[in-house]
């Protein structure tokens, strides 16, 4: 893995060396900052269920003003912490070691980020709930991401507009608007 673009670029990521994360593959991560670059230059970010921190560092890389990193295994912190380090990333970024549904319940209600990029387990039940979480602290014209298994869809949401999906393999983005 490797950070593919901007002040950061072509710097390698270590990936973990347990099993049970699944980091986002450099193509996939490429076509989603590819649709994402409009959006990147100055903007608040959530890379929740961060992993590696690949999605975040990329977008600090590009330009984002802040990454709230969130993660709730600590191996998968420390991996984060290591990357941005060897990267030479030493501000313009939060680590919360929390699960992501409770770290934005604990931020404040005014809190609101341009960038929501979810990247769950793809077996994982919390999905909806981790949409509906994101959708109290996205900003006006801001957008959530959620990278998914192709084979699971989410649930509607009454917060949320869904307005686009881009599938790569047997992964899929899914873009969502607040609902106006």
């Known amino acids: 893995m490797r950070v ?3 002040r950061y670029k072509g ?3 270590k990936s973990p060396d347990w ?4 980091p986002t593959s450099d193509k996939l991560r490429e076509t989603l900052f590819n649709i994402l670059a409009p959006r990147i230059d100055g903007a608040r970010v ?4 961060a992993g590696t921190g690949a999605i975040g560092i990329e977008a600090l890389s ?5 990454v709230t990193f969130v993660e709730r295994n600590r191996r998968a912190v420390a991996l984060i912490e290591e990357n941005l380090k060897n990267c ?3 501000e ?5 070691d929390a699960e992501i549904v409770a770290a934005l319940a604990a931020l404040p209600a005014a809190d609101a980020f341009d960038l929501i990029l979810l990247d769950p387990p793809y077996d994982s039940d919390n999905v909806n709930a981790a949409l509906d979480a994101a959708a109290h602290h996205l900003a006006g014209d801001g957008l959530i991401v959620l990278e998914r298994a192709s084979r699971r869809e989410p649930a509607a949401s009454e917060a ?3 307005t686009r999906d881009v599938k790569s393999g047997d992964s899929t983005l899914t873009f969502f608007e607040r609902r106006r």
Not at 62 to 66: M, T
Not at 92 to 96: A, K, P, S, V
């Open 4 to 6: 593919i673009a901007g």
């Open 11 to 13: 710097r390698q990521l």
């Open 19 to 22: 099993p049970g994360l699944r």
């Open 46 to 49: 959530v890379d929740g269920y």
């Open 62 to 66: 590009r330009g984002a003003a802040h």
């Open 88 to 90: 030479g990333v030493k």
């Open 92 to 96: 313009g970024y939060t680590i919360r």
């Open 160 to 162: 949320l507009r869904r």
